[in-house]
């Protein structure tokens, strides 16, 4: 990630802070989070929309008729391998910080949710462009030099 490695760790960290029940005004956790990084502390931009935009969230805000508030607040961020390294630290960690395979993070996410919620629509939809962009990354790692 060169000069971006900062940026992508703090997205890492700071990405689902919209689930604090305090900052639930939409109840898209997304959504959320970059608006309380924006407006309570002055965020940069790169990291509210890594945050509004982690993990394919414009199809959950789709299912959730939010879609148009996301873009027009957060654009989505530039630089492909931004996102996909995002998605990557996302769906290849469990809940409570443990390593998992990105088909068994999208079962889980089913699982705890269900298939007819706002987000098991989601999840299913974005699968097939999660199980890219964690291939796509594995590729790059597996060509760095050890």
Partial sequence: MGGEADLL????????????P???STGFH??????????DHGADTSLTRLVAHHSFALLEAEERGLRDDLVTEFPLPEGPLMVDALVYC???T????G????????AEI???????????????RAAPEIFASVERVEA??????R
């Fill in 9 to 20: 760790v703090a997205a890492a960290m700071l990405h689902d802070v919209g689930y604090a």
């Fill in 22 to 24: 305090r900052l639930a």
């Fill in 30 to 39: 997304p959504l959320d989070g970059a608006r309380f990084l924006r407006d």
């Fill in 90 to 92: 996302d769906m290849t």
């Fill in 94 to 97: 469990t809940p409570d910080g």
């Fill in 99 to 106: 390593r998992t395979t990105a088909e068994e993070r999208v």
């Fill in 110 to 124: 089913l699982g705890r949710y269900g298939d007819d919620s706002a987000v098991g629509r989601f999840i299913r």
């Fill in 140 to 145: 790059v790692l597996a060509a760095q030099p």
